[in-house]
């Protein structure tokens, strides 16, 4: 992938969220949506660009489609590495996100369950 593409596909804030709770996590479409907050036709449209783009890898479980970080992404691009680990860290959405995954995941609501309820992080008590 050409480094100016790459940078492209980081210039925006839904892609940057999306990529930080999938970079130690497999998610499903439903399971991103539900931490960020967005609708699913745009989580799904940033999700195509960042596999078309093979930042991110995706595997099948029955109907659902799970997504996760290439790691060799990471290896070939040490500021990448940097970024989600480290700098990420200090923005407002990453700690919020990621405290979100972590109420999400502590619930034990999962992807094929998360249709059938309204989930509100709000009325959770984790």
């Known amino acids: 992938m050409k480094l100016q593409l790459f940078l492209k596909m980081l210039a925006d804030e839904n892609r940057l969220r999306i990529i930080n709770i999938i970079k130690d996590n497999a998610l499903c479409v439903g399971e991103i949506q539900t931490i960020l907050g967005t609708q699913q036709s745009n989580t799904s449209k940033h999700l195509d660009k960042l596999k078309s783009n093979q930042i991110i890898n995706y595997y099948k479980e029955a109907q659902r489609v799970f997504y996760f970080l290439n790691k060799d992404l990471v290896k070939n691009y ?29 619930s034990k609501i999962d992807c094929d369950y998360l249709k059938e309820v309204n989930f509100d992080f709000e009325q959770l008590k984790i």
């Open 78 to 106: 040490k500021f990448f590495e940097d970024l989600i680990y480290t700098d990420l860290s200090k923005s407002h959405y990453s700690n919020f996100d990621l405290d979100r995954l972590i109420r999400y995941k502590n």
